[in-house]
């Protein structure tokens, strides 16, 4: 309990429930990524079950995140993790098996490579004060964006857009005990990802549509 204290600068040790209001609130970031994403799929007409997939997921991160901060125990913890763990898992199946097209071994592959190396990392809080964790799906996100972009697929900025801002809120996770104001940076990580969030699952509803115009256009 005494390092789940200590992980957030704005904490700092403090047991209490909003020992940590800042970053507990912030993860409203995350349902906002959820909601705006809803909206986009029902206009688009992609309400699929990849498209709920990923609402629920993201959903379910500012839950697990909010519960994380506010009740900083290691079964909270883990409801932080696996709710993120999970969105990468589908997210990483949907962008790599369907937007880039890679055979379904390959696509396997690089989820396998990617949540394995990232529980690899997790023992090892520093450098980057635990962020390490965040390094593989970042180099995974990169990739997959520079592929669509190459491949001129619908708003192709959109994966090398959340690539960047993820980017960013690793490096601003990774200071926040290095800053001197007392609530740290943590909630800008919060308030980036809800960014990357939302960027990742508009760059599939897209993709969605497009197949679906492309497949109607066929008929």
């Known amino acids: 309990m005494h390092n789940l204290l200590h992980l957030y600068r704005e904490r700092s040790g403090d047991p209490s429930f909003w020992g940590e209001p800042i970053n507990a609130i912030t993860n409203a970031s995350f349902m906002l990524a959820a909601l705006a994403a809803w909206s986009l799929a029902s206009r688009l ?17 500012g839950v697990g995140s909010f519960l994380f901060h506010t009740c900083a125990t290691h079964s909270t913890m883990w409801l932080d993790i696996v709710p993120i763990s999970l969105f990468q898992v589908a ?41 390490l964790f965040y390094l593989p799906p970042l180099l995974a996100i990169a990739g997959i964006g520079l592929t669509v972009f190459l491949q ?16 960013v809120a690793i490096l601003v996770r990774s200071i926040d005990w290095n800053v001197s104001f007392s609530c740290g940076t943590h909630f800008l990580w919060h308030l980036l990802n809800g960014i990357v969030l939302y960027l990742s699952m508009r760059a599939w509803m897209v993709h969605l549509a497009v197949r679906e115009v492309v497949a109607v256009s066929h008929c």
């Open 91 to 131: 997210f990483l199946w949907l962008a790599g098996r369907y937007m880039v097209q890679l055979p379904t071994a390959a696509a396997i592959g690089l989820i396998v490579t990617v949540i394995g190396l990232s529980f690899a990392a997790m023992p090892f809080h520093k450098p980057l004060n635990g962020s």
């Open 45 to 61: 007409r992609v309400l699929t079950e990849s498209s709920w997939i990923l609402i629920v997921l993201a959903a379910s991160i």
């Open 152 to 167: 001129r697929g619908p708003e192709p900025f959109l994966l090398p857009m959340a690539a960047i801002v993820f980017a």
